[in-house]
């Protein structure tokens, strides 16, 4: 397929997407977590420091050692408090680990889903055993070995067993505006799912039921946090900002304008010009430079 984008994605982000797999230290490859595109990778840190998470409606603030499970599927946020922050961190993804067959029951495990806990307070004793099994898999990412991928997926599965053993951390806060930060994940979720870098892969999150499903919440709770905190409602949010992405894309590719519907998750290009034209009052081919 013929195309002109520009939209660009870096060397880290395309040696993962290839491997599917990846494990660096922290204080060694901090530039790398700011450049991976985390809608596509689960992740599991293994950190030493002072810290804040915000992960969904709940805050966790954690001095010390912590072990932190990260969906690309919930937004969150990380603040470094401490001047050193030193540890491990795993991405890898869904199908990845779903080569194993004992891969589903894990990531639907509480330690990745919205209403779990994803932080976990790690003892000195448990922080020198994962620190042992993050080792293990940086070594055998560089090795020959024609069943390395199974081994290192071996390792994950340990991790995360190891983890559910474990009690789950205290610390947790219940956001002060529920309403504000169920909006605030909405909206990082939504813009997560840009941009579209490629046409033969189509925009999967389209409406609000969509959007509540990966939220785990009811779309009427959603739309009603969303209206009160905005003014504006989902559907209203999803819809401009496909219309913003329509617009990059016509300008900004040589994908035909059956393409870049497609891409936006317009099974038909009929479907994608009556929608453009109907929030635009212009018709797709108009907006070609």
């Known amino acids: 397929m013929k195309t002109k984008t520009q939209r660009s994605v870096s060397p880290f982000n395309s040696e993962l997407k290839l491997k599917g797999f990846n494990v660096f230290r922290i204080e060694e490859d901090s530039s790398a977590t700011k450049i991976y595109s985390r809608k596509d990778f689960y992740k599991i840190c293994l950190t030493t420091g002072k810290s804040i998470i915000h992960y969904a409606d709940r805050s966790y603030e954690q001095e010390g050692t912590i072990l932190f499970f990260g969906n690309p599927h919930v937004p969150y946020s990380w603040e470094t408090l401490s001047t050193t922050y030193v540890g491990y961190t795993c991405l890898f993804s869904e199908e990845f680990l ?29 922080r020198l055993f994962l620190n042992g099994i993050f080792e293990k898999m940086m070594q055998e990412q560089q090795t020959d070995y024609s069943f390395k991928d199974d081994l290192i997926r071996n390792y994950i599965q340990l991790i995360l067993h190891e983890a559910m053993k474990m009690q789950p951390s205290e610390q947790a806060e219940k956001h002060a505006n529920a309403a504000s930060r169920l909006t605030s994940v909405f909206l990082e979720l939504l813009e997560r799912q840009f941009p579209i870098e490629t046409a033969d892969s189509p925009l999967m999150l389209t409406t609000a039921q969509q959007y509540a499903d990966q939220l785990s919440v009811h779309v009427n709770y959603l739309n009603r946090a969303v209206k009160s905190v905005t003014g504006k409602s989902t559907s209203t949010h999803i819809t401009e900002r496909i219309v913003n992405e329509a617009k990059a894309l016509l300008q900004h590719t040589n994908w035909n304008v059956s393409e870049v519907g497609y891409a936006l998750g317009f099974e038909y290009p009929t479907y994608f010009n009556n929608f453009f034209k109907k929030q635009t009052g212009l018709t797709p081919k108009t907006v070609r430079v």
């Open 98 to 126: 779903q080569l194993s067959e004992r891969s589903d029951s894990l990531l639907q495990s509480p330690l990745f889903k919205l209403g779990g806990t994803p932080v976990l307070k790690i003892t000195e004793e448990q």
